[in-house]
């Protein structure tokens, strides 16, 4: 039997980032892929290596565009109605727009997604060789944590500081979800360029807790999310890391929590205890 008869027939849409509709310039940035007939099932997925994107536009809310998937997936399960492009409509923004569909022949919804992530929005391995480093690494340890324990979509994304202090605070939390009375954030900091979003984080502290006691009646567990102290090695080793320890004392001292990225698994499986009932 002919191999692809055993493939399902399928239509697949690409997302496209596009900041400027008048100039037209274009990333591709995910993908939907979904079954031909009645009740047929969706998966849709983005990219977690967003520097085409950031390339293509420096001031991109690539944490919005984070939000924009988790949001979509869960739509897209409630939908049971098939209102499918009444959903995209309401789902994305004025800069993310979708492709036409196009038919598809897929060994499963999985891996017809894999693959066409591959073709399409994925780099290819020549743009690969660049590490992600500071920020960017530690957020795609937790999110990759975060999706292993199956508690990604569960979360809160950028979560705006200025809900719980004042109108025209900046800061954005990466990620957060409320357990029994107590809410929990989480946001990413990098040590290893310097302690900046360390005082940003630990200036924050006090006026982010008391504005979620008035605001959600909880009590909030910040937690600062770290690279382990031995990714700082080189030539300024001592200099590199007594700023390290001082960004680490810093937030400490103003009650946040201080983990590393090499906790992340046990951060993850506490959500998962939390979140979700088996």
């Known amino acids: 039997m002919d ?53 293509l536009d420096p001031e991109a809310d690539t944490g919005l565009l984070e939000g924009m998937e988790s949001e979509l997936r869960r739509r897209l399960g409630e939908d049971r109605d098939g209102r499918l492009q009444k959903i995209l409509d309401e789902s994305l923004s004025l800069s993310v727009q979708m492709t036409e569909p196009k038919a598809y022949l897929a060994e499963s919804l999985p891996a017809g997604v894999d693959e066409l992530m591959r073709l399409y929005v994925e780099p290819p391995p020549r743009e690969k060789v660049s590490r992600l480093r500071g920020r960017a690494a530690i957020q795609a340890g937790m999110r990759g944590e975060f999706e292993r324990a199956g508690v990604w979509d569960l ?7 200025a809900d719980y202090t004042r109108p025209g605070d900046p800061l954005r939390i990466d990620m957060g979800y409320r357990p029994n009375g107590m ?8 040590l290893e360029g310097g302690v900046e979003m360390a005082k ?35 030539e300024d080793e001592p200099e590199r890391l007594e700023m390290y320890r001082f960004g680490v004392e810093t937030m400490e001292e103003h009650q946040i929590r201080v983990l590393t990225t090499a906790d992340m698994a046990r951060v993850a499986a506490t959500a998962r205890r939390e979140l979700v009932r088996e």
Not at 6 to 28: G, K, M
Not at 155 to 161: E, G, T
Not at 183 to 190: N, Q, T
Request: proline residues 2%.
């Open 3 to 55: 191999e692809q008869s055993h493939r399902r027939e399928c239509t697949f849409q690409l997302l496209r980032y596009v900041p400027d509709a008048v100039r037209n310039e274009y990333v591709h940035i995910g993908v939907l892929l979904r079954e031909e007939g009645a009740g047929g099932r969706m998966e849709v997925r983005f990219t977690r290596d967003w520097r085409r994107v950031r390339c």
């Open 155 to 161: 979360l809160r994304k950028q979560i705006r500081a």
């Open 183 to 190: 809410i929990r954030m989480f946001h990413a900091v990098s």
């Open 200 to 234: 940003v984080l630990a200036f924050s502290a006090a006026g982010l807790r008391a504005g979620v006691e008035r605001v959600e009646k909880a009590g909030l567990e910040l937690t600062a999310i770290v690279e382990p102290a031995a990714r700082l090695a080189g």
